[in-house]
């Protein structure tokens, strides 16, 4: 057993991901299995408001470590992210796409 704990705490330094972190991109790869709203599940799993949370999640994929540590979530997230980016600019701008 305590080989299995040094080991995990190995990965934890060679990733750079705080256990916050890693719990949150385990929540966004499974968040769909939660009952109820997205929203209310971020507020019982994680104590903070889903604004905060967006914010703490964009600030997480942008970290290599991240990426490393979850390259196929990490870049759909980024897609996403992109995406809705691009939808509010040409709404802004009197686009459609």
Not at 59 to 86: G, T, Y
């Amino acid at each position: 057993m305590d080989a299995a704990k040094h080991i995990a705490a190995e990965q934890e330094t060679v990733a750079g991901l705080s256990d916050r972190d890693r719990e949150i991109l385990e929540f966004e790869r499974h968040w769909w299995k939660y009952a109820g709203a997205k929203e209310q599940a971020v507020r019982e799993k994680f104590d903070m408001s889903s604004t905060r949370y967006y914010q703490v999640l964009n600030a997480l994929i942008d970290r290599p470590e991240a990426l490393e540590a979850d390259p196929l979530l990490v870049r759909r997230l980024r897609r996403l992210r992109a995406s809705r980016q691009r939808q509010r600019s040409a709404r802004r701008l009197g686009f459609e796409i």
